[in-house]
Every structure is written in structure tokens, then in C-alpha cells.
């Protein structure tokens, strides 16, 4: 089978590509509401996050407008099966999907096509409505793609690794193991703001909640 010719871009960003609020933010660190001392700092971490959770999940979270160009469609994919936009979901309005699909230079009509907008899959039909082929030498897909909300889980696990890297700026950072007899004892571990290949430098139980919006690319 011929490798898929696929080429995204983002035609419209989000105005931010935050996960959660400042509020959301100082609620987690202890700050109150009305200490506008350390937002700047606050901020900062919420976006230095925010960049490493999208980069962990190979997704963008926030919705933002995309186009799709594919070649020679009908080389990579088998009869019936759905063709995958780069991004998802699918934004909806109303339940209706904000998707645009021009198969060979034409719009394509609504009645021959369907959307799996939460998993990014679009199928083509026939004139009757059967499952048929994408058969076109050339398709562009635009279309509106992320959550709004953002995911309860998916902002636990922004708020987990803020609150972690804040900690982290509050202690000495040569410190790795501290005995105190009957008093303390603290072994620090590293924090990172990034992430590894692995995700190994993700505080306990991030990774488990971004597990299942993680995009695993070939």
C-alpha cells in the first residue's frame, strides 16, 4: 500500500493555547484569587504546560481551524475505509460537524459523506447512501478541531504538573536526599518542565491521565 501523502496546517489559531484558567491555577497553588502579585509567573507555567501536554499527546487540545491536503487517496486506502482528519475531534455546532471536504476540486455534498467527529474519521458514500471508496485524486478537508471544554481529566493533569513545577522553584534544587532524625526525611526527585520521549520527567499521575488522548504516530 502507498504511503499516505498528507500535509496539515492550522488556518485559524486559538486565541490561547492554555488548558486551564489563572484562577483554575492559583485555586491548586494555595495563591488567593485576589493576589495579583505572581499572576505573570503563574501564567508563564500555565503555558509552558499547556505546550508540553500538547506535545506529549501529539494534539492540540483548544479548537482551532485546520486544512488537510491529501494525494492520490484512492493509493492508501482500501474500499470502505473512513479517511482520518489530522486533528480531533471534530468541532460540532448544533451536532452538525464544522468539516468542509473538496474531492477534486469540487465541495463534496453532505449526503456523501459521514463524520465520526469524536474520533476524526470521515466515510463516503454513494448516491444511495451505501459505504463506497474515496476515490479522488486530490482532497482538501477544512474543518474546526479540539474540545471546548477542554476535559475535566485533561486539565487535572495540567493543574498536577503546575502544581509540581511550583513546587519545585520553592526548594534548592542541589537537594537530593535530606535526613533529619525523627523529624524529616526527603528525597527530591526531578521535575521536569518538558517531557522525554517516554514522558518519564511527568509527575505521578499525569501520564495516567493523558493516556487516553494520547496520538500515537507511525
Same mark, same amino acid.
Given at each position: 500500500?502507498?504511503?499516505?501523502?498528507?500535509i496539515?496546517r492550522?488556518?485559524?489559531?486559538?486565541t490561547?493555547?492554555?488548558?486551564?484558567?489563572?484562577?483554575?491555577?492559583k485555586?491548586a497553588l494555595g495563591i488567593?484569587?485576589d493576589d495579583?502579585?505572581?499572576?505573570?509567573a503563574?501564567q508563564a507555567?500555565?503555558?509552558?504546560v499547556? /505546550? =508540553?501536554v500538547?506535545r506529549?499527546c501529539?494534539?492540540?487540545?483548544?479548537v !482551532?481551524?485546520?486544512?488537510?491536503q @491529501? *494525494?492520490?487517496v484512492?493509493s492508501w486506502?482500501?474500499?470502505?475505509?473512513?479517511?482520518p482528519?489530522m486533528?480531533?475531534p471534530?468541532?460540532?455546532?448544533?451536532?452538525?460537524?464544522?468539516?468542509?471536504i473538496t474531492?477534486?476540486?469540487a465541495?463534496?455534498?453532505?449526503l456523501?459523506y459521514?463524520?465520526?467527529?469524536e474520533r476524526?474519521?470521515?466515510?463516503r458514500l454513494d448516491?444511495?447512501?451505501?459505504v463506497a471508496?474515496?476515490?479522488g485524486t486530490a482532497?482538501?478537508?477544512d474543518?474546526?478541531?479540539g474540545?471546548d471544554p477542554i476535559?475535566?481529566?485533561?486539565? /487535572? =493533569?495540567?493543574?498536577?504538573w503546575?502544581?509540581a513545577?511550583w513546587?519545585? !522553584?520553592e526548594?534548592?534544587?542541589? @537537594? *537530593?536526599?535530606e535526613?533529619?532524625?525523627d523529624?524529616?526525611s526527603?528525597?527530591y526527585?526531578s521535575?521536569g518542565?518538558?517531557d522525554?520521549?517516554e514522558?518519564s520527567s511527568?509527575?505521578p499521575g499525569?501520564?495516567?491521565?493523558?493516556?487516553p488522548?494520547?496520538i500515537?504516530s507511525?
Amino acid at each position: 500500500m502507498t504511503a499516505p501523502y498528507r500535509i496539515s496546517r492550522v488556518i485559524l489559531p486559538a486565541t490561547s493555547p492554555a488548558l486551564v484558567t489563572i484562577d483554575q491555577a492559583k485555586e491548586a497553588l494555595g495563591i488567593p484569587l485576589d493576589d495579583m502579585t505572581r499572576d505573570a509567573a503563574v501564567q508563564a507555567q500555565i503555558d509552558q504546560v499547556s /505546550a =508540553a501536554v500538547a506535545r506529549y499527546c501529539d494534539r492540540q487540545f483548544v479548537v !482551532q481551524t485546520y486544512r488537510d491536503q @491529501l *494525494r492520490a487517496v484512492c493509493s492508501w486506502l482500501r474500499w470502505g475505509e473512513p479517511l482520518p482528519t489530522m486533528q480531533k475531534p471534530i468541532a460540532e455546532a448544533e451536532g452538525v460537524p464544522l468539516i468542509t471536504i473538496t474531492e477534486n476540486g469540487a465541495e463534496l455534498d453532505t449526503l456523501l459523506y459521514e463524520v465520526d467527529a469524536e474520533r476524526g474519521l470521515l466515510y463516503r458514500l454513494d448516491g444511495a447512501g451505501a459505504v463506497a471508496a474515496w476515490t479522488g485524486t486530490a482532497a482538501t478537508l477544512d474543518y474546526d478541531a479540539g474540545y471546548d471544554p477542554i476535559p475535566p481529566d485533561v486539565q /487535572a =493533569a495540567t493543574l498536577e504538573w503546575v502544581n509540581a513545577r511550583w513546587s519545585a !522553584q520553592e526548594r534548592d534544587p542541589a @537537594l *537530593r536526599s535530606e535526613t533529619i532524625p525523627d523529624v524529616i526525611s526527603q528525597v527530591y526527585g526531578s521535575v521536569g518542565g518538558g517531557d522525554s520521549a517516554e514522558g518519564s520527567s511527568l509527575p505521578p499521575g499525569v501520564r495516567e491521565l493523558l493516556a487516553p488522548y494520547r496520538i500515537m504516530s507511525i
